[in-house]
């Protein structure tokens, strides 16, 4: 792993157990929450979001910076739409090209300063009034840690939301689930879920999630 890029080894140990089908609640999302347009897949992997959104009609551009990683979706799927670009570059693509850009289990492997210009980037290609969709793990959720050393910057949701409103984005939603604090039976999940309603403490948080979006032109 070198600077938050995985090599082939590193992604058919956590990602060759999936296909395309298990991204399709992030569509579901997209539709559900955001306006017809051109999709962005940041940190692509091997691009299973972007083959379940090519599989559906939809437009979808991913980038990724391992370029085994592409290589294996490429292969995978003829006509996949990933390219190899690292995140700590400009990315190539125009201004507000995006309706949607999904950020999912990244940002936790890059380092600070690549973090945010990443999001800086996302905020610059999407459109006015484009979604965000961000998924991370917490910095509170020690297994995440302790599975996977390359999680090298884990943020607590109130930071991420804070590195989120910094980089421009506005109407802010933690999308986030609770640790496993009163075990992992049903009952217990049910009795953490209802603390975590009343009380959506940073510390009690599996994940660091958000959807945000970039102001319309008449909000700025």
């Known amino acids: ?27 579901a999302e997209v539709l ?8 962005l897949d940041v940190g692509a992997g091997l691009g299973y979001l972007v083959e379940a959104a090519q599989r559906w009609g ?5 980038i990724e910076g391992s370029p085994e990683a592409v290589e294996m979706g490429r292969h995978r799927y003829d006509g ?9 570059d400009r990315f190539p693509f125009e201004d507000s090209m995006f309706s949607v850009a999904v950020f999912n289990q990244v940002i936790e492997h890059l380092e600070p300063a690549v973090g945010k210009s990443a999001l800086s980037e996302i ?3 999407l459109k006015p009034g ?5 998924y991370s793990p917490s910095r509170y959720n020690e297994k995440e840690r302790l599975e996977d050393p390359t999680h090298i910057c884990m943020y607590s949701p109130s930071q991420l939301r804070r590195l989120a409103t910094d980089s421009g984005f506005v109407a802010i939603e933690a999308l986030d689930e609770p640790l496993a604090l009163l075990g992992n039976t049903r009952l217990g999940r049910r009795a953490m879920t209802k ?17 945000a979006f970039k102001a319309t032109s008449a909000a700025k």
């Open 58 to 62: 939809l437009v979808c551009h991913g």
């Open 123 to 125: 905020h610059r290609v």
């Open 32 to 39: 559900q929450r955001a306006e017809p347009g051109p999709i």
């Open 1 to 27: 792993m070198n600077s938050g890029i995985g090599d082939g080894d590193y992604f058919r140990k956590w990602y060759l157990s999936r296909d395309w089908r298990f991204y399709r609640p992030f569509l």
């Open 195 to 211: 603390i975590f309603k009343l009380a959506p403490l940073d510390r009690f948080s599996a994940s660091a999630n958000l959807r």
């Open 130 to 134: 484009g979604m965000l969709l961000l």
């Open 80 to 88: 996949l739409n990933v390219r190899h670009h690292r995140l700590s």
